[in-house]
């Protein structure tokens, strides 16, 4: 193996394999000093309607220019940082990047529409998150129904009382909650109608599933069941091909997220596209 395919292949290395731990450490110190450096940024992806295809959101996604390893995407660096305790350092970086992003992209003839912002589980729990949220929509000049957090179902089920107050204070604020990755974790039915939600988001394995009989088209009829008598919007995310969308669609789901319609952009390449 060459220096950098096996540097490229560190992410599947589990513990167990020799070499493992030593990288580990390096990427986490390499992380510490991205923060300092700045080689963390965000692109964001569009999100559209099924019915129409106009645009209705953007999801805030973290990218990292590692200086010998180009651009290092997320799955192999938010794990790390979750253990480092780095999560919430990146955490406040995206969502003010994000925040101040919306507001530019917004100024420069982007349609109103919300921006996502992934939050960890580290970030969720700490209890500055309230405040933070709403000191970076107070700085950025962001109108609160113009954010969205998304959460997973593993941190809405960890700590059910607190969760259930925390969404409802950003709720009375105006900030729109999403879970993420639905259907792959374990929510329970009777928290979630207790839960302050907007909306859910189908995870990408069952629209990749949709393509094949299988149990998957009956799944994603009874989550996007579920998500009506709530009242919450859904999203399929991972959305490919335009079979995928017209099977989402005649399935009764909103919104889609995908490949098909754009990969996550920088700024500038989102204006260029979407300004009206
Ligand atoms: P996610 O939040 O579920 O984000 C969707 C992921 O699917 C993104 O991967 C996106 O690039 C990818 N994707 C979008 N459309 C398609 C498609 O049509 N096909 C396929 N195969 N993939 C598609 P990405 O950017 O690599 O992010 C991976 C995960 O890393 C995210 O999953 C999220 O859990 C986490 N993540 C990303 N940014 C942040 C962040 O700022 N903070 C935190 N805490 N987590 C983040
Ligand atoms: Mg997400
Ligand atoms: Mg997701
Ligand atoms: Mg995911």
New binding site residues.
Partial sequence: LSRSEGERRLAVYSPRQPGASLRRLTLESQLRLALQRRELF??Y?PQVALADGRLVGL?????WRHPERGVV???EF?PVAEEAGL?AA??DF?LRESCQAAVRMHAAGLPPVPVS????TG?LRRADFLPQVLSELESSGLAPALLEI?I?ESMLMADVQSTISLLAALRERGVRVAI??FGTGYSSLAYLGRLSLDRL?I??SFVRDLRVPGPAEGIVRTVIALARSLRLNTLA????QAEDAERLRALGCDDA????YD??LAEADLLAKYRT
């Avoid at 912002?117 to 960890?120: G, K, P």
């Fill in positions: 965000a692109v992806q999801e805030a996604l973290v990218r995407p997320p799955g938010i999560i990146i955490g995206m912002v992934n939050i960890a970030q998304e997973t993420d990755d988001k995870d990408q995310e991972g959305v490919e997220q995908g490949y098909l990969r996550p």
